[in-house]
T-cell receptor, first 116, second 112 residues
Framework: GAVVSQHPSRVICKSGTSVKIECRSL??????MFWYRQFPKKSLMLMAT?????????EQGVEKDKFLINHASLTLSTLTVTSAHPEDSSFYIC????????????FGSGTRLTVV | QKEVEQDPGPLSVPEGAIVSLNCTYS??????FMWYRQYSRKGPELLMY????GNKEDGRFTAQVDKSSKYISLFIRDSQPSDSATYLC????????????FGPGTRLSVLP
């Protein structure tokens, strides 16, 4: 089945620095990838939709300049948290859609970001 | 009112029990329903999906949709300790361009 690899799985960074998270579709091409944020015991919150070769579409309330998304190829999307602050600490998860079926959404294993 | 509501639990059951997990939703435009399982510190994995009212069975799992009541359920028969996870429902209007709305998840513990 489809596999989405997300890296790193865990990162600790200092306040003010930037962190890049990668999301790769390993055995399929993903024209669309999604980035979510999840707080403890809370639902997945869609942050943005990443489209290959074009600008990402951000959800209301998500700062575009803070969360930079790049989808330069059909198998790779990156999320960069710029000038990270402790309130950015969270679990970030990507997903990719294979084909056109709704059930073709595959999630990465997530990245636990801790900003100290 | 939230678009999708789900009891966060935690729900603890003995091994072998039948588990019932539920979500309610407010928007009658929602037409596509999915259940995901998420182990601790992992990404969600798809368990089942369905478009229509009624039951859909897959092994020990049964998804049930009642559109008139805006109520969906996931039943797990003969529950196992390996079923211990958080279960999230995800719902979407019948429009491929729309995104899914996730419930907050129910944390399930199956005790040996």
């Amino acid at each position: 089945g489809a596999v989405v690899s997300q890296h790193p799985s865990r990162v600790i960074c200092k306040s003010g620095t930037s962190v890049k998270i990668e999301c790769r579709s390993l055995d399929f091409q993903a024209t669309t990838m999604f980035w979510y944020r999840q707080f403890p015991k809370k639902s997945l919150m869609l942050m943005a939709t990443s489209n290959e070769g074009s600008k990402a579409t951000y959800e209301q309330g998500v700062e575009k300049d803070k969360f930079l998304i790049n989808h330069a190829s059909l198998t790779l999307s990156t999320l960069t948290v710029t000038s990270a602050h402790p309130e950015d600490s969270s679990f970030y998860i990507c997903s990719a859609r294979e084909g056109v079926g709704d059930h073709g959404y595959t999630f990465g294993s997530g990245t636990r970001l801790t900003v100290v | 009112q939230k678009e999708v509501e789900q009891d966060p639990g935690p729900l603890s059951v003995p091994e072998g029990a039948i588990v019932s997990l539920n979500c309610t939703y407010s928007n009658s435009a929602f037409q596509y329903f999915m259940w995901y399982r998420q182990y601790s510190r992992k990404g969600p994995e798809l368990l089942m999906y369905t478009y229509s009212s009624g039951n859909k069975e897959d092994g020990r799992f049964t998804a049930q949709v009642d559109k008139s009541s805006k109520y969906i359920s996931l039943f797990i028969r003969d529950s196992q300790p390996s079923d211990s996870a958080t279960y999230l429902c995800a719902i979407r209007p019948n429009n491929y361009g729309q995104n899914f709305v996730f419930g907050p998840g129910t944390r399930l513990s199956v005790l040996p």
